[in-house]
């Protein structure tokens, strides 16, 4: 199912279960704006060569647009709403003062030199940068994007505008206004969330098997965060396959081993898989820090997990989710589970907006509060209704965000679908 469509099921399953106003699913259901432009780039032979870009301004009924925006080839305009969508649930989710954007640039960042990456960020800055702001939107990394390109896109920011403004965006290294804790901010919030759900159930760490899909940033720190908390890590992958191995993987050495040969297949710890046969492997966890649609019809039944933690956006279709909920299997929902990475960037923003940083210990006690206060909101609705942790989830972001369109009454924001380019 296409990404987006996927996402409007999700709403509209949740919004029947809370009988949320007709009206205000319609406003949810589209985004504010769209921006769509072309960006021509000098490559380093001299050629010219022009790329696609877009942000996607979902909604700011809670506060500024906030999202990522990645550079991907197969990046499209429904993937992007989809995206800003989650992104508008996902701080309602946890709470903090923001709405949803998402952009992103269709290139293959892995055939680009640092050059090319600097040109394209600064070209794509300066179609976008009458849209964004410190106090209207606020990009920040994602797939294929990083503290560097963060660098790039504040420098240009700034220049543009000239005025320094490093709240621009988040993701920042810590030199140009980044935070303590933002690199591994998406990781650790999932992993506050699962050990305050397995506390809540009695689950012990010792003993528990994990699989990681993804060892990009999220699933890197992920794999690692579990490891030192006595999850034994019995998978990991990346785009090109994986490696398992029952005994258990020093993800550390695994994360060595993709720096030094540029994949964990080259891991010389377990047996090599495919990322299809990865997710059907035998644990009692799978984390899920690759794409979207990665658990769908085609594989749902031959999951073995007890429990799913999506760290992605997205990766499990709405009519997988279902069966797998039916069969007893939990699912803990992106828009939960991987809101530490947008909790921290708000963290960086008000620290950027007071000159001043905090330390990490800080910003972890902060993060867990918010994370397991989170999750506990989402498990009361969950009972309250008798629903999928999925549907709580958004259940409970929907409630937030109704009633900050109804507060603000005539004056709140409306979708006008306007499509510049």
């Not at 960006?39 to 380093?44: E, K, S």
């Not at 010219?48 to 506060?63: C, D, I, N, P, T």
């Not at 909920?325 to 929902?333: D, E, F, T, W, Y």
Request: hydrophobic letters at 40%; one cysteine or more; proline letters at 3%.
């Amino acid at each position: 199912m296409n990404f987006y469509a996927n996402t409007l099921k999700n709403m509209s399953k949740a919004a029947k279960i809370m009988n949320l106003d007709q009206e205000t699913l319609d406003i949810l259901s589209q985004p504010q704006k769209t921006l769509i432009v072309s960006l021509p780039v000098r490559m380093d032979d001299g050629s010219l060569k022009v790329f696609e870009g877009y942000r996607v301004q979902h909604s700011e009924l809670r506060g500024p647009f906030k999202g990522g925006f990645r550079y991907l080839a197969e990046v499209d305009l429904d993937e992007i709403k989809a995206l800003a969508t989650e992104m508008s649930l996902k701080c309602a989710v946890v709470g903090i003062p923001y709405g949803g954007g998402k952009g992103g640039v269709k290139c293959n960042a892995k055939e680009l030199s640092q050059g090319e990456l600097e040109r394209i960020t600064r070209k794509y800055v300066q179609a976008v940068y009458q849209i964004i702001g410190p106090h209207h939107d606020i990009p920040a990394p994602d797939m294929y994007t990083n503290a560097q390109i963060m660098a790039w896109f504040m420098d240009e920011y700034s220049r543009l505008v000239n005025q320094y403004q490093p709240g621009v965006v988040t993701g920042k290294p810590i030199e140009v206004g980044g935070s303590l804790g933002r690199n591994t901010a998406t990781a650790q919030g999932g992993a506050f969330v699962l050990e305050e759900y397995m506390k809540k159930n009695d689950i012990k760490a010792e003993g528990t098997k994990v699989i990681v899909q993804g060892f990009g940033n999220a699933g890197s720190f992920a794999a690692e965060i579990l490891h030192g908390m006595g999850f034994t890590i019995v998978a990991v992958s990346d785009s090109r396959g994986g490696v398992y191995n029952e005994k258990g993987i020093d993800p550390f050495c695994a994360a060595k081993c993709k720096e030094k040969e540029g994949s964990v297949t080259k891991c010389k710890e377990g047996k090599s898989v495919t990322n299809e046969e990865l997710l059907e492997l035998p644990c009692d966890i799978l984390v899920l820090a690759a794409m979207e649609n990665q658990v769908t019809n085609k594989n749902m039944s031959n999951i073995k997990a007890k429990i799913i933690l999506e760290l992605a956006n997205g990766p499990t279709t709405a009519e997988a989710d279902e069966y797998l909920s039916g069969k007893g299997i939990v699912l803990i929902p992106d828009i939960l589970a991987n809101a530490g990475g947008v909790t921290v960037s708000y963290f960086e923003w008000l620290q950027n907006q007071q000159a001043y940083y905090w330390e990490l210990e800080e910003i972890q006690l902060k993060l867990k509060r918010i994370m397991v206060e989170s999750l506990d909101r989402v498990l009361d609705l969950q009972k309250k209704y008798k629903c999928t942790m999925r549907e709580a989830a958004y259940i409970s972001a929907f409630d937030r965000l109704d009633k900050a369109l109804k507060l603000r009454g005539s004056g709140a924001p409306l979708r006008c679908k306007v499509y510049y380019k």
